[in-house]
């Protein structure tokens, strides 16, 4: 698992993996169209060609899908923290809002609790 300061695994995520694995590249063709991010002829080998599009939140700096994130800014830049589950302040107010824009957000968070909950 490469767990993400907010709680996402990102070795479960298809940006994550899609220079390496012709499956999730794959996954990422119709969104990427819908962007224009790739021509019209394009498949999951230009995909593949264009990545590492995220090497994850602990990863290169540079090859990231959200470097501007202000929850992997709070919680490694500033708190020095692996990840948000053992900040004193967990849950924090801008994790929980977080949370509530997307399911696997809201299960993201639930990870952080349970590895908290095994921490006590």
Known sequence: ??????GLDCSLCALYQAANDLEKAALLVPWFRRQGWIQPGDGATEIMAKGPFCMGCLGDRRVQWSGDCAIRSCCTDERHLPHCGVCADFPCAR?????RGADHHAQALAKLRAIGNRLD
Do not use: F, G, K, V
């Open 1 to 6: 698992m490469a767990l993400a300061p907010c």
């Open 95 to 99: 994790l929980e809002q977080w949370a």
